[in-house]
Structures are given as C-alpha cells and as structure tokens.
C-alpha cells in the first residue's frame, strides 16, 4: 500500500463528507489487495471482481460505521470475507434473492458530478478512438459508461436500469473509469 495511515486517515474523513476523489483514491489504494485477496479465495476473476466491487459499494456506504481503532485494510477485508461466506450459504441452501427495492433506491452522499483526472482524460479523446478503448472494457463496465457518459444517465438512473444497487453502480463506474483512462494513457504513451 502507497500510503501513509494518516493519509488514509484523511481521506476517509473526507469521504465522509461525500468528496468522491477521496472515494476514488481509497478504491484506487485498497482495489489491488481486496481484489487479489479475492481471487485467491475463489479462484475465480469475475467472482473476485464482483466480490470486491460488492465489498466496496458496502464499505462506502457504512463508511460512517468504520472504527479508526482498526486498519482500513483490515475492515475492508473483513467485509469482503462476510460477502464471500454470504455467497458461499446462499449457494449451498440454493436461494437465490435480489437485493432489496429498499436497498437499490438507498442513496449515499458520494458526489455525482465532480470531473475526475480520468473525466477529463475521457473527455478530451476522439471519440472514434473513445468507442474503441471502450471496447477494450469488459462488457460491463463497457455498458456503464455507455449509460454514463452517452446516455447521460445519473447513478440512480443507471442503478434502475441494469437493476443494482447504486453503491455498486458508483463503484464500478469509478473502476471503469480509472482502466478506461489506464487504456488511454498506455495508448498515447505509444505514440
């Protein structure tokens, strides 16, 4: 991990107050731990990926729950595992169950319009060449930032059309958009 405790400190205490590059910057910080923490429990990328995508929307969204007694990493962590072992019991009882109407329209504070590094970045590409770093994208993260960014559709507009809840939209969009500026900043290095 690159940063200090105190940073990490800090940025939570930002995240908090809904400051979504704080948001940002604790995904970008904790993703490749809980993601290869995952992978190795399930041996399974798209089972790791949306565990620690789930493990992320749920952090964020108790963020105002979390003891500053205890590692970020560990309550990260422990939060993924609980996921994990969730998947694991309702697989073995074979219920299957949609998350709440209740939880889909639960709203946190994240912002919905600040521009990231990685908007600008997006904003600034052809859009021909756009579309075809976009499909370079998984088909998931594909869709939302189609939805996003030429639909237009806000975080609750896209958490009703695909049917997630919108912590989860807000953590796979922001994931989406870190590889798809990742894809074009490796594209015009080789330039």
Known sequence: MGLAHTDIEALITLAKTGKQSAYKKLLDEYWP???GFQLKRTSDEFLAEDITIQTFAKAFDKLSTYNSD?????WLTTISKNIHVDIIRKENNAVVTNTS?????KINSLADNTLSAEDELIKEQ????????IKKLKPDYQNI???RYFQE???KEIAETIDEPINTI???L???RKLLADIITSGTNKV
């Open 33 to 35: 731990y809980i993601y």
């Open 70 to 74: 205890y590692k970020f990493k560990t």
């Open 101 to 105: 109407k209740a939880e889909n329209k």
């Open 126 to 133: 052809n859009l021909s060449l756009l579309l075809q770093n």
């Open 145 to 147: 930032i189609m939805l």
């Open 153 to 155: 559709l806000s975080y």
């Open 170 to 172: 807000k953590v796979k």
């Open 174 to 176: 922001l994931r989406a």
